[in-house]
């Protein structure tokens, strides 16, 4: 193959990457804008403390709902297709959110949102992975994570330059853009070769592999795909090897110690920590949470580059120590009076510390992983089952951060997700295998072994 036409592959690789991430965008600014427009929704609607709760977590239930049904919809109807589909709710919930003349509405479309978000974070990962050849499928795959973290910072920053005029609709409604552009970009990209194979369109698979990644590699890869899909359409329960069983619980438990350790709790709430250590206006607070905001995007950054050299396993285990580390002077910070004055600062680098841990190791890898380690015959399926434990970990976090607050304080609590980061380090260690530069199908035939 002459440089040119890997030079242009690879770019179109990026190209199709990154548009299906834009699923990833619309994931953390949906996730992330309410923070800012709550305040705004509350005073306009008269909202009582449980409705305010219901519109914000109206999105986690919704998500909760798409990845249940989002694996069974990818195996059916198609990565691509679904996420056309998905694009076109996520364009239409963000306009009723934006225009809606009452609480229940509001509800309602924020649902749909959730909906469409908890489907493409699954999809998404999902047909990055299937289209990408193994040396960079790290990296592409977590162009989505790096999309998350844009589309966090993007929404804090709207929030703040619309707060002056309390206009909430446009910090909702701007949604839409993206929304459009990730449809209108799908209609242009492939299916998935990987299940088309599987569904008996083996010629057009074939082509498209040939596009992607040259004519050798595609032929390599569809011998491969070939002997993977014997058993066309195993029920889980059929499905059920030992390995199967253990990729399952690998799923399962990154889905939770990614949450459990308490990123949202940064995420969503950060202004409010950086209250509880004394920084009390409202601006230095806002420009604290920035800054966390904008270190997420540039470790993810880092992130992107390390995953196919240094490989998954050693940044996991890596960026788990740092988490651990930071949760445990964070708790320490508030615990000890001797930290008293220097509160502000002692809070802002252990989070900045925190949140650069995070971003080189659960963030992205859990999305990574649940896209590589399934067998294709179930892979949409078993990863909803991720993606759903994933999302319920993120409500319960998000519905008790402040209770453990108040009954526990700052440094207990900060102590548990620390806690919880050993636990998780201790399973990463023990069960999480080294996926780097191996295809999907070679993935599976090393499981099988
Ligand atoms: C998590 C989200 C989180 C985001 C922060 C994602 O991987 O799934 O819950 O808000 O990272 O960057």
């Known amino acids: 193959m002459t440089e040119q036409a890997r030079m242009s592959r690879h770019l179109y690789l990026a190209i199709a990457a990154g548009f299906s991430a834009l699923g990833g965008l619309l994931f953390g600014y949906d996730t992330g804008v309410i923070s800012g427009a709550i305040l705004f929704i509350r005073n306009q609607f008269m909202l009582s403390t449980f409705q305010v709760e219901m519109v914000i977590s109206a999105v986690l239930f919704g998500a909760v709902g798409g990845a249940s049904c989002a694996g069974y919809l990818a195996d059916c109807m198609g990565r691509r297709k679904l996420l056309l589909w998905i694009a076109l709710l996520f364009t239409l919930a963000s306009l009723g959110s934006a225009l809606a003349a009452n609480a229940a509405w509001l509800i309602v479309s924020r649902v749909l949102v959730g909906l469409a978000i908890g489907v493409s974070s699954m999809v998404t990962p999902l047909y990055i992975a299937e289209i990408s050849p193994a040396a960079s499928r790290g990296m592409l795959v977590s162009l989505n994570q790096l999309a998350i973290t844009i589309g966090i910072v993007v929404s804090y920053f709207v929030d703040y330059s619309l707060a002056s005029t309390g206009d909430w609709r446009w910090m909702i409604g701007l949604g839409v853009f993206p929304a459009a552009i990730f449809g209108l970009g799908m209609l242009f990209l492939p299916e998935s070769p990987r299940w088309l194979f599987k569904n008996g369109y083996e010629e057009k698979a074939l082509q498209i592999l040939t596009f992607i990644h040259g004519p050798l590699t595609a032929q390599e890869e569809i011998e491969d795909i070939h002997k993977h899909v014997k058993t066309p359409r195993a029920t889980l329960v059929q499905s059920m090897t030992p390995w199967v069983k ?131 015959s179930i892979r949409g399926r078993a990863m909803s089952i991720a993606t759903i434990a994933n999302w319920l970990a993120n409500l319960v976090v998000a519905l008790t951060f402040l209770t453990l607050i108040d009954y526990l304080g700052p440094a207990s609590t900060f102590w548990l997700y620390g806690a919880v980061g050993v636990v998780a380090w201790i399973f990463s260690y023990f069960l999480v295998p080294e996926t780097k530069k191996m295809t999907l199908e070679q993935i599976e035939a090393k499981w099988n072994q």
């Open 246 to 376: 253990r990729a399952l619980v690998i799923g399962i438990g990154l889905a939770i110690f990614q949450q459990m350790t308490g990123i949202n709790t940064v995420i969503y709430y950060a202004p409010m920590i950086f209250e509880f250590a004394g920084i009390h206006t409202a601006s230095t607070a806002i420009l604290a949470t920035s800054i966390i905001g904008i270190v997420n995007v540039l470790a993810t950054f880092i992130a992107l580059w390390l995953l196919d050299r240094l490989g998954r396993r050693p940044l996991l285990l890596i960026g788990l120590a740092g988490m651990i580390l930071s949760l445990a002077l964070l708790g320490a910070s508030f615990h000890f009076s001797y930290f008293k004055n220097h509160l502000g600062w002692l809070t802002l680098s252990t989070l900045i510390l925190y949140v650069i841990s995070f971003a080189v190791s659960l963030g992205p890898i859990f999305w990574l992983l649940i896209s590589e380690i399934y067998p294709l």
